[in-house]
């Protein structure tokens, strides 16, 4: 009796985090499923867990695919035009948020506290609240219908600002008075003792702004009228959800962020959870 007692707060919290989970994948086990359905059994039966017997025909579908007025849709276009948002937003992302964090912790800012705090206001700012100036700018900037336009109005990330300034704030002081008695300037001190300290929190910034840019749905809606521009996520309709081919055009548009954490898992979570990352 008394080891069942031991035990029972293991087994209690093993658990909840299996019926957790349950529920989290349970979502996509019935993607999976469905995309290996007919488009008629999804009518018929709706999606479900049970796997049918036209993947192979259903994913052929979608990799053939020719869409849209001018039939210039395919799957590979929207795969590309997609990969070229998001790794572009990832990238540009987390090089600005290393900077900006690195000029308010080491710059003597006068309103460096101030600017911080505005740039945390912007979280209360979503780009969905300010569509119509934003496409304003873009048509005058002639960015309409262009990978740049859809990447640039999502390009500043609060969080990763906040991320990377909490990183360095950490830091040891001696770190900036090693790097003044070796003669080393601002550049020099951001590439020789920030960069290799920083790499594993800049991976974690780079994940996530890449699914962000990866899941883009509205912004490219808007600002895409051309059909070559279609992103995976704005092209799905095209095919339709309840069909089969739907479906597996679904699961494969999942699958590349869905890579992208399974590899950097290990970075990705130690780098956001533990502050010494760096040491």
Same mark, same amino acid.
């Given at each position: 009796?008394?080891?069942?007692?031991?035990?029972?707060?293991?087994?209690?919290?093993?658990?909840?985090?299996?019926?957790?989970?349950?529920?989290?994948?349970?979502?996509?086990?019935?993607?999976?499923?469905?995309?290996?359905?007919?488009?008629?059994?999804?009518?018929?039966?709706?999606?479900?867990?049970?796997?049918?017997?036209?993947?192979?025909?259903?994913?052929?579908?979608?990799?053939?695919?020719?869409?849209? !007025?001018? *039939?210039? @849709?395919?799957? %590979? =276009?929207?795969? +590309?035009?997609?990969? &070229?948002?998001?790794?572009?937003?990832?990238?540009?992302?987390?090089?600005?948020?290393?900077?900006?964090?690195?000029?308010?912790?080491?710059?003597?800012?006068?309103?460096?506290?101030?600017?911080?705090?505005?740039?945390?206001?912007?979280?209360?700012?979503?780009?969905?609240?300010?569509?119509?100036?934003?496409?304003?700018?873009?048509?005058?900037?002639?960015?309409?219908?262009?990978?740049?336009?859809?990447?640039?109005?999502?390009?500043?990330?609060?969080?990763?600002?906040?991320?990377?300034?909490?990183?360095?704030?950490?830091?040891?002081?001696?770190?900036?008075?090693?790097?003044?008695?070796?003669?080393?300037?601002?550049?020099?001190? !951001?590439? *020789?003792? @920030?960069?290799? %300290? =920083?790499?594993? +929190?800049?991976?974690? &910034?780079?994940?996530?702004?890449?699914?962000?840019?990866?899941?883009?749905?509205?912004?490219?809606?808007?600002?895409?009228?051309?059909?070559?521009?279609?992103?995976?996520?704005?092209?799905?309709?095209?095919?339709?959800?309840?069909?089969?081919?739907?479906?597996?055009?679904?699961?494969?548009?999942?699958?590349?962020?869905?890579?992208?954490?399974?590899?950097?898992?290990?970075?990705?979570?130690?780098?956001?959870?533990?502050?010494?990352?760096?040491?």
């Amino acid at each position: 009796m008394t080891g069942v007692r031991r035990l029972w707060p293991a087994l209690r919290d093993h658990l909840i985090l299996s019926v957790g989970t349950l529920f989290l994948i349970a979502p996509v086990l019935v993607m999976l499923g469905s995309s290996t359905q007919s488009t008629g059994a999804l009518g018929l039966d709706g999606p479900g867990f049970a796997l049918g017997d036209h993947a192979v025909q259903n994913y052929a579908e979608v990799m053939t695919l020719k869409a849209g !007025f001018t *039939d210039q @849709i395919s799957a %590979l =276009a929207m795969l +590309r035009n997609s990969l &070229i948002v998001a790794t572009g937003l990832a990238t540009l992302t987390t090089l600005l948020s290393l900077c900006a964090a690195y000029a308010l912790v080491y710059f003597r800012v006068r309103w460096a506290a101030a600017a911080f705090w505005l740039t945390m206001a912007t979280l209360l700012l979503p780009l969905e609240s300010r569509f119509v100036t934003t496409f304003e700018v873009a048509a005058t900037l002639g960015l309409v219908n262009t990978h740049l336009g859809m990447i640039l109005p999502a390009l500043a990330l609060a969080l990763g600002t906040l991320f990377f300034r909490q990183l360095f704030l950490s830091f040891p002081d001696e770190y900036l008075e090693a790097a003044k008695l070796d003669g080393a300037g601002p550049v020099r001190f !951001f590439r *020789d003792f @920030i960069l290799p %300290l =920083a790499w594993r +929190r800049a991976g974690a &910034i780079f994940v996530v702004s890449f699914m962000i840019g990866w899941h883009q749905y509205l912004w490219p809606l808007m600002l895409s009228t051309d059909e070559s521009r279609y992103t995976m996520v704005r092209g799905m309709h095209l095919v339709g959800l309840e069909s089969g081919p739907g479906m597996a055009l679904a699961v494969l548009t999942a699958l590349p962020p869905f890579l992208l954490v399974l590899i950097f898992q290990r970075y990705f979570f130690q780098a956001l959870a533990d502050t010494k990352d760096a040491f």
